[in-house]
């Protein structure tokens, strides 16, 4: 069964991500397309760099060919913003992505972009999972794929300096190229390292890559940037005194930073630092956007400026959405995801990492010195993820305890509201948060807290794991 969730389907490979679940997710955009009656846009795919994805772009694209839609593939593993850039560009109504993000080796999956390069909303997921449903695997039509490319219905392109020179065009390279930054790139296995390499030796920066091999399996650790999957960075970052570290995760779209003390930053302060940069030092105006599990600083900062901070479910979709309806200058999630306006609608790691560097080369400031700055104007607070696993009788349970009949712990601190947008977050007096939610990308049950000790964050949790017999 094919069915979507925060960012796109995804199943673990040989169980649902197998060649027939493939086809028929083609077969149902093709049939969307063409009631839609847009077929003549064509559809692009790209991959990243996990096992089966690119053979999972050309199965997909033998489909297309069947059914006479034109396919363009982008024929070298890139990170996601490229296909949604492109998409934007070149005003196609589809684009799709062969990866699974940040999920463990096991998995694989698929994104869907909407016009403009969005990541496709609930509404058109739904709809390709009801078109799948009437699909019979055995009926959906393939053509040869050397056919299809001599046909020319299928093209194989190469779009990834287009997107580059985007970046670069809007970057101050100049700046950065004076001051001579040296910087060390962590892609963790995946797809970035090619495309961050090239637009920071292009301003002269001195850069030092580590796992950057094609590595199916990323190491045997997770391809996400946190605080533990970085250990190798930040120990590299300290030992070589590098300006910073930078990583994202497998398909370029999360950025994770380390600072000039070998600090690990929480994408929480990378989102208020480039907020702060870009109205502080760039004069912007507008309002930010994040995430129900995202940092309230940045709704303090936002205060500070003048500005409101609007709150929206998990999934980068929501995100895309608000900060068009809002015109807002910055969009991100706790997860490491982050776009600003002007810039793609997705989250886009390649291009967050070259804006954080613009902000050190041109406030002339350490990333430490400019996390101080900020957090004097935002007030500090700690924030702590945990996740669970569960049986499928312990969700149920789960879900009517907090969700249907609205359930609670006693919490030590005086709670001011709660919300059931998504998940179930509880809101403090003090300011502070405690959310539980099910992750849309894996089986586990979220839980994060921010407060203004961690103390008082991981007593909230414990409250929550107690109370659900966790
Ligand atoms: O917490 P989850 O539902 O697993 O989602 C975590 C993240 O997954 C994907 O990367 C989505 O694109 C993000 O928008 C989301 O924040």
């Known amino acids: 069964m094919i069915k979507f969730g925060t960012g796109g389907w995804r199943a673990i490979i040989g169980d649902d991500f197998i060649r027939s679940n493939i086809q028929v997710l083609a077969k149902a955009m093709c049939d969307k397309m063409r009631n839609e009656n847009v077929q003549e846009t064509g559809m692009v795919i790209g991959y990243d760099r996990r096992f089966l994805s690119k053979e999972a772009m050309q199965w997909a694209a033998q489909v297309f060919a069947a059914e006479g839609i034109k396919t363009r593939l982008i024929n070298y593993s890139v990170p996601t913003p490229v296909v949604m850039f492109y998409v934007m560009r070149h005003r196609m109504k ?3 992505m062969i990866t699974a993000s940040h999920n463990p080796a096991l998995y694989n999956g698929i994104k869907i972009f909407t016009e403009a390069g969005r990541d496709a909303e609930e509404e058109q997921t739904c709809q390709i999972e009801e078109y799948c449903k009437d699909i019979d695997p055995c009926e959906v039509e393939v053509m040869d794929y050397d056919r299809a490319v001599e046909e020319g219905l299928i093209e194989e392109i190469y779009p990834l300096n287009e997107y580059l020179d985007n970046i670069i065009d809007t970057i ?3 700046m950065i190229r004076s001051k001579r930054m040296r910087i060390a790139l962590d892609p963790l296995y995946g797809v970035s390292g090619a495309s961050l390499r090239t637009i920071l030796l292009t301003a002269r920066c001195e850069v ?11 190491g045997g650790h997770l391809p996400a940037p946190n605080e533990e999957t970085l250990r190798p960075l930040q120990n590299y970052v300290t030992a070589k005194h590098f300006d910073m570290g930078v990583a994202t995760d497998g398909d370029g779209d999360r950025l994770g930073v380390i600072d000039d003390t070998g600090q690990f930053l929480h994408p929480n302060e990378i989102l208020l ?4 940069y870009l109205l502080k030092y760039k004069g912007w105006h507008g309002p930010a956007v994040r995430n129900i599990a995202t940092t309230h600083m940045l709704d303090r900062l936002a205060d500070f400026f003048g500005e409101e901070c609007y709150e929206v479910p998990v999934g980068f979709k929501y995100i895309s959405a608000m900060m068009q309806e809002k015109d807002a200058v910055i969009g991100g999630e706790s997860s490491g995801g982050l776009t600003v306006r002007g810039h793609i609608h997705g989250k886009d790691g390649v291009y967050a990492a070259s804006l954080l560097v613009e902000m050190v080369a041109v406030t002339g400031k350490k990333l430490s010195e400019l996390l101080r700055e900020v957090k004097e104007l935002s007030g500090a607070a700690e924030m702590v993820e945990y996740a669970f696993r569960f049986s499928t ?12 009949d609205k359930l609670l712990p006693g919490f030590d601190f005086p709670v001011e509201k709660v919300s059931y947008m998504d998940g179930c977050k509880v809101y403090f007096q003090n300011g502070g948060w405690v959310i539980a939610r099910f ?5 586990l049950l979220r839980i994060f807290s921010e407060m203004p000790s961690r103390e008082m964050a991981v007593q909230n949790v414990r409250r ?3 109370f659900l017999k966790l």
């Open 172 to 174: 101050n390279m100049e």
């Open 208 to 218: 030092d890559t580590m796992h950057e091999n094609h590595d199916t399996l990323f």
């Open 439 to 443: 992750s849309g990308t894996e089986p």
């Open 273 to 276: 630092m480039l907020y702060y």
């Open 464 to 466: 929550l794991e107690e």
């Open 393 to 404: 009788e312990k969700k149920a349970d789960i879900e009517e305890t907090l969700m249907k």
């Open 94 to 96: 589809y684009g799709m």
